[in-house]
């Protein structure tokens, strides 16, 4: 059986850059983990003293707090500031971003519509920044409360497909005056995507590696699975089931963008035994 890699796929410059700096500060707090996987985080654990910890409150001063690549919510940010600790942001400029195009579009008093999971820790820091009326919504139908007047400005999580966000920004372009469409999706996603969706129609099983809670991860599942029916999202090379590859003559690999490539390169040497 032939394998095969995507293009592009795993670690992406954001996560790259949040493990460089967790590796720099060592026995530093991560403000929740650091990233979707948690065998990295282990890692970091292990090798640099990297203690995670789900509440602001209670942190020794003088300590080294980072902030994880989704970012964390504004008033958290403040109180942290305020404190002795010392901040390492490694919150992702490209999260960074749709927080301050909330933050500067509800100073001229545009409505936000924020596409994205609103339990997402990423959309809950980013909707922190706005501070006129906004609404986080996963479709077109979701969308309340606009009228004639509205002025709407609309971003996207990171990690939303751009297909669904036209969708919604074509529907609001219908309905809507005036409409300020800021394409936040970052392209470390986009570029992730795309090649899973080429290698999907090139292989008869598609394995795709990342953490169960990894949103970019489960989007690269559905791609995959649109082209190529067995696909498995698996987060090691211990969940790999022999009996998926019988008969089988191309496997394709792709893995989300906090899957590092040491846990890539054992899911393949694992595949390779079979
Ligand atoms: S996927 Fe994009 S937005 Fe998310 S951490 Fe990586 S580079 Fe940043």
Redesign the pocket.
């Known amino acids: 059986m032939e394998i095969k890699r995507a293009a592009k796929y795993g670690f992406?410059?954001?996560?790259k850059r949040a493990i460089r700096l967790a590796e720099q500060n060592k026995n530093a707090i991560s403000i929740g983990p650091l990233i979707h996987n948690q065998k990295e985080i282990d890692r970091l654990k292990f090798n640099f003293g990297v203690n995670v910890k789900t509440d602001i409150n209670n942190i020794d001063n003088n300590t080294s707090v980072i902030i994880r690549?989704h970012g964390i919510q504004k008033d958290d940010f403040k109180k942290l500031k305020n404190s002795n600790i010392n901040i390492v942001d490694a919150t992702?400029p490209?999260?960074k971003k749709p927080q301050q195009i909330c933050e500067e579009m509800s100073k001229e008093g545009y409505e936000i519509i924020i596409f994205g999971d609103e339990n997402h820790p990423e959309v809950k820091g980013v909707a922190s920044y706005c501070t006129t009326p906004f609404q986080v919504i996963l479709n077109k139908k979701d969308i309340k409360n606009i009228n004639n007047n509205s002025k709407i400005a609309l971003i996207s999580q990171?990690?939303k497909n751009i297909h669904h966000f036209l969708e919604v920004a074509n529907h609001l372009i219908t309905i809507c005056p005036e409409v300020r469409v800021f394409n936040t999706i970052?392209n470390?996603?986009f570029e992730n995507q795309e090649a899973a969706k080429i290698l999907a129609q090139e292989v008869d099983i598609l394995i795709v590696v990342g953490g169960k809670n990894s949103s970019?991860t489960k989007q690269l599942l559905n791609i995959s699975l649109q082209y190529c029916k067995d696909s498995y999202c698996i987060e090691d090379e211990t969940e790999l089931q022999k009996k998926w590859f019988d008969g089988k003559k191309v496997c394709g690999i792709t893995a989300g963008?906090s899957t590092p490539d040491w846990i890539i390169d054992k899911v393949e040497s694992k595949i390779r035994e079979f």
Request: with cysteine; proline share 0%.
């Open positions: 992406c410059f954001g996560v690549t992702c490209f999260v990171t990690t970052c470390a996603t970019n963008a």
